[in-house]
């Protein structure tokens, strides 16, 4: 990634301080080796072929296949030949801050924070383009790609713009293939906003409930409507991202990163753990963690 705003460290990729957005093509051969990122990626193929492997298995890719993975999600590319990967890189923090409102609408919410953590995704999404999507798909991001060299802080207004066309055309693509019904319900996305704020608090669904004002189990059933999930199980998700970030940003013990997290019995998140990322939480932070970092938490 030689003049690219992206580093790595081991097997982490990260990126260079100040970038928000990426836009590239890439080329892959052979293979791709086993990575992560602290970054949101998402990749277009628009060329070759290629096997995508992940924890959720291997997929062989076609153009017109779109994946993305959430910060910490580990993945490669195996038998590439001239595999063309178009890659969108953008930070954490910018969807939790610019694209903060995305939440609110019920497509990109479903692209960006419901619909990667639903139906055992294990936060990843994969869908394919037809021709005339992929031609809009392709036309945002070259619109991004021009904006590389420009100075951020004349054309954020830009990068931002463009990026949200090219997540909207996705995003419509995503909702159609998955058949998303009504908008989400105000109540669900207070009560991710309130799991997300305070993830170390011993949250109850009674908690949630009431202050939705609604009963305990009809909350359950439109939080399952809009995400696939009871909040327990999103809040369980949202923890192991948090613990993922910690482990790859920091040399904190394990132990003290479970309970900054939630939880508190070291047992109870190896297994919640090692079922969202398949591996480990040592083994997770030895094979992408190769630096030791600062012990204090991002």
Not at 10 to 18: C, D, I, N
Not at 79 to 97: H, I, K, M, P, T
Request: net charge neutral.
């Amino acid at each position: 990634m030689a003049d690219e705003p992206v580093t790595h460290t081991g097997t982490l990729l990260h990126f260079v301080e100040g970038t928000l957005v990426h836009a590239g093509p890439h080329l892959h051969e052979n293979t791709h080796p086993l990575h992560t990122h602290s970054f949101f990626e998402i990749a277009l193929i628009t060329g070759g072929e290629g096997v995508h492997h992940s924890l959720a298995g291997r997929q062989r890719l076609e153009v017109g296949d779109v994946i993305l993975l959430r910060p910490g999600v580990w993945h490669q590319y195996d038998e590439c030949r001239g595999l063309q990967v178009y890659n969108c890189c953008f930070s954490a923090d910018l969807v939790q801050r610019e694209l903060a409102w995305t939440r609110e609408d019920p497509l990109l919410g479903y692209l960006l924070w419901t619909g990667p953590f639903s139906a055992q995704r294990r936060g990843m999404l994969t869908t394919r383009l037809d021709p005339v999507a992929f031609k809009e798909a392709l036309e945002h991001l070259e619109e991004l790609r021009r904006l590389r060299n420009q100075s951020l802080s004349r054309h954020r207004g830009d990068v931002i713009g463009w990026l949200s066309l090219y997540l909207s055309c996705l995003a419509r693509v995503v909702v159609e293939q998955d058949d998303l019904g009504e908008q989400t319900h105000p109540a669900v996305l207070d009560a991710m906003r309130m799991m997300e704020a305070d993830p170390a608090r011993q949250w109850m669904l009674t908690d949630l409930a009431n202050a939705s004002h609604l009963a305990p189990g009809y909350l359950v059933r439109l939080f399952k409507s809009a995400t696939g999930l009871p909040p327990m199980a999103y809040l369980n998700r949202h923890r192991v991202e948090l613990a993922a970030d910690q482990l790859l940003h920091t040399d904190l013990p394990i132990s003290r990163i479970a309970e900054s997290v939630g939880w508190p019995d070291q047992n109870y998140f190896a297994r919640r753990f090692k079922s969202h990322y398949g591996l480990s939480a040592s083994v997770y932070r030895q094979r992408f963690n190769a630096r030791k970092l600062s012990p204090s938490p991002r």
